[in-house]
């Protein structure tokens, strides 16, 4: 399959605490992952001061990922990729 092009929009996905629901879920300073067969899991702790919940994700909260719009059509990319002109290393070696 040759390379497409989307438009991208950036998101970003928090967690809110399931015990207080009033703060988000954050990395624990200092918190050691736990290995798990799944993979890692990071600590985290409620932003509640009055909370204290800890809990464990897979995944680094807040997570920053991208939503995937329209493919675009090739003269709507300016943006070239590869490069047109390969630089050749080595023609001046020797
Ligand atoms: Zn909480």
């Excluded at 988000?24 to 918190?31: A, F, K, L, S, V």
């Excluded at 995937?68 to 050749?88: H, Q, S, T, Y």
């Amino acid at each position: 399959m040759p390379e497409t092009v989307f438009k991208a929009q950036p998101i970003q996905i928090r967690y809110v605490c399931d015990k207080c629901g009033k703060a988000e879920m954050m990395p624990t300073p200092g918190g050691k992952p736990i290995l798990t067969p799944q993979g890692p899991l990071i600590p985290h702790t409620c932003g509640n001061k009055f909370c204290g919940e800890v809990k464990g994700f897979h995944v680094m909260y807040p997570v920053t990922t991208f939503i995937r719009g329209r493919a675009l059509a090739p003269d709507e990319i300016n943006v070239v990729f590869p490069p047109k002109e390969v630089i050749k290393t080595g023609d001046n070696i020797g």
